[in-house]
DNA sequence: AAAAATATGTCAGTACTATTGACATATTTT
DNA sequence: AAAATATGTCAATAGTACTGACATATTTTT
């Protein structure tokens, strides 16, 4: 149990910086940023009995009503066993509409019900608010300077599927 | 089982979109953003049976060496039986090293070994090259812009242990 | 028409990360 | 000596993910 000791040994004392590792400080940002940004959602989902993986099911079923499992499946980058208990709790608390495919029956197109509509309305809104925000007190109200980064950070294939998302929803 | 229909009923159509959330774009590229940005050291972890949340620990402990474990948990936000596992892991493995206070014996200093110093090098090299990358892409190469708009998401709070970092790190 | 492929769903088992609550030990402060 | 603090551990629970196996309905291919 002793894995303690009471001299330094093989120990690195000097903290890693700039010279280590150019981006340091913004990989540091970066991780804090994010958690913030998933925190103000956090707090309202708690009262659903519901999670972040509810969240992102909501989120993009929203923002492409009719998508198929699969497509949620590939964008969510999980399996379908682990969609299925998230799908499963949203459709019966009423959040989340299943219909089957007209040209292809097997298919099930996901759509919002008006609650799930209002839901991810309340998730949204302070996540918005906090990105303005933090976007005028930079002085960025066009949001372009960001906008750029954030996409150039995301890989090609996921770019493909935003492009998607985006050509959907105009 | 049969929550599934053949016809809408309270279904709601239209994507949400600029209107119902200003930055709902944002928001959307955030998230794919973050996934990228995880992505790559996820895929290093696992050659080490290690899991996320190593990576944060020997991250702050690089950051900021000689951190007590109560300061460790502050920043990571969990509780000292989630932080528990993995520290142990981590001192198991090698990656890191305890060290009594001399001034207060009851405190563990939290060190990186040399191998915990060249993993967690190894761990952000992609995520710097990434965000460095990302940066040239869109003519940003100072990073003022992308760097102010993160510092301004964060809660206050959570800006000061920031700044205690940064302080110690220079 | 029969066979193969596809879309979806479910069950079982496992892993990682997190939680709360209870309790133990060593050390420092009061 | 008593109280507070820093750390550590055990047990139980939860959320999210995984793999593998199998089932059903439907569509496509042969």
Redesign the pocket.
């Known amino acids: ?1 002793k894995a ?1 000791a009471e001299s330094p040994g093989d120990v690195v004392a000097s903290p890693i910086g700039t010279a280590d590792i150019p981006q340091i400080a913004n990989i540091e940002l970066l991780f804090f940023a994010y958690r913030a940004f998933t925190g103000d959602p956090d707090r309202i ?1 708690t009262r659903f ?8 099911a909501l989120f993009f079923v929203s923002r492409r009503p009719g998508m ?4 949620l ?1 590939t964008i ?13 709790q949203l459709i019966q608390s009423g959040h989340i509409r ?1 219909i089957t ?1 007209r ?7 996901l759509y919002p019900t008006k609650a799930g509509h209002e839901l991810i309305l309340e998730l949204s809104q302070p996540q918005s608010r906090r990105i303005a925000d933090a976007l005028h007190a930079c002085g960025l109200a066009d949001s372009e300077a960001v906008s750029c980064f954030m996409q150039a950070m995301i890989d090609a294939d996921d770019r493909k599927l935003l492009d998607a998302i985006a050509t959907a929803t105009g």
Chains 1, 2 share one sequence.
């Open positions: 149990m303690d989902l009995g519901f999670g972040r993986a509810h969240h992102r198929t499992v699969a497509e499946i969510l980058g999980i399996t379908k066993q682990s969609l299925s208990r998230v799908l499963r299943q495919g040209s292809d029956r097997r298919q099930r197109h």
